[in-house]
């Protein structure tokens, strides 16, 4: 197994430190913690099942499976049928082991983007294979690739990858037998640009051949702490998953999977939730410029990828001194070195605490 590079949150403890000392408290815009409340839906569900004593089932309850089907039609346009949807323990966990979980190990290169989630890393690592950080899949040669991963809207820098973009990756993959992952926990909160998943007729072509969806319930219904998602696309894939799991132990709680179904049935609650996020972007952002930093991407998801032309931890320095703390560029691989990542996901009154400050 390659070894794990160290988390990237310990070496933010300092920072962290300087910004609590700040005489009007800490604005914390950096790991992008939801803090609303937890959807009444979900806490009813989660109640009505409490009394669940026996083992729940690692492939879902029927109730859920169609719920998310029915969820990705409504908001998505996309066609799964229930017998492929799989809830994960939240979707870290499936990032982390899911080369593992497919086969990959040492010899095989994984593909995430050039700016990515740490865990893409993480997850090659665990599974002894090398991770390849690119954009392009053009420079790969000719060794095996067993997985690619997508990530649109990107975290950290909220870019939107149009279909064809995406297409493109879908025809390489299928061309050269390696799974498209797509991780779309933020699809719902486009602002300029509305994302795609890559199941799609626009972009799979109509089939889900070689492609996985992985969807959380974190960012949408503020379900972090209940650790609460799934993934779904080729049958095949899916069936290889579960059976992998099952042996694994790998299965969510029965009371959270009545919460996760009841909140993928109502659209009304998540866009209470998006306009909470869209009001704080939209106080956040050009409070941001007029401070001088300028942002890039950031057309959909949960965060604003700004730069100053600083180095990025000499711009975590400064805002910590403002006292607010957020996430260093270069968490995300060496081309985030010259930016920082701020999350809408502080509080309606420390939003505005960080707006007045940045003043």
Not at 126 to 135: E, M, N, Q, R, V
């Amino acid at each position: 197994m390659n070894g794990l590079p160290d988390f990237p949150w310990d070496r933010l403890a300092s920072y962290k430190e300087r910004a609590l000392a700040h005489p009007g408290g800490i604005v914390d815009l950096s790991i992008g913690t939801p803090v609303d409340p937890v959807p009444e839906v979900a806490r009813e569900a989660l109640t009505g099942a409490a009394d669940s004593p026996g083992y729940p089932l690692t492939y879902g309850t029927e109730r859920l499976r169609r719920a998310a089907a029915g969820w990705l039609a409504r908001r998505h346009g996309v066609t799964v049928a229930p017998e492929a949807v799989l809830p994960t323990i939240g979707t870290k966990e499936l990032v982390a082991w899911l080369p593992t979980l497919l086969g990959a190990g040492p010899g095989d290169r994984v593909v995430h983007p050039a700016l990515a989630y740490p865990t893409y890393d993480v997850g090659a690592r665990l599974a002894g294979a090398t991770p390849y950080a690119a954009d392009g899949l053009l420079g790969l040669g000719p060794e095996r690739v067993p997985l690619v991963w997508v990530n649109s809207p990107s975290n950290p820098t909220g870019r939107v990858l149009p279909p064809e973009h995406l297409r493109k990756v879908v025809d390489w993959a299928r061309e050269h037998g390696a799974v498209v992952a797509s991780d779309e926990c933020y699809i719902e909160l486009g602002w300029e640009e509305n994302p795609v998943s890559v199941l799609h007729p626009e972009v799979s072509g109509g089939s889900h051949e070689g492609l996985l969806a992985v969807h959380s319930m974190s960012k949408r219904s503020n379900l972090a702490g209940y650790r609460a998602g799934f993934v779904t696309g080729d049958p095949a894939l899916v069936a290889r998953l579960l059976e992998v799991r099952k042996h694994a132990g790998m299965i969510v709680p029965a009371p959270v999977q009545a919460a996760m179904a009841a909140v993928l049935d109502d659209d009304a609650h998540a866009a209470v939730q998006r306009e909470r996020y869209a009001a704080r972007r939209a106080l956040l952002r050009p409070a941001l410029e007029k401070a001088g930093w300028r942002i890039d991407h950031s057309t959909a998801g949960l965060y604003l990828w700004a730069s100053d032309g600083r180095p990025c931890w000499d711009q975590a320095r400064a805002l910590a001194d403002l006292g607010i703390l957020v996430a260093p560029g270069d968490f995300y691989g060496p081309g985030g070195g010259s930016h920082i990542r701020l999350a809408m996901t502080a509080s309606d009154e420390r939003i505005n605490a960080a707006v007045l400050r940045l003043q």
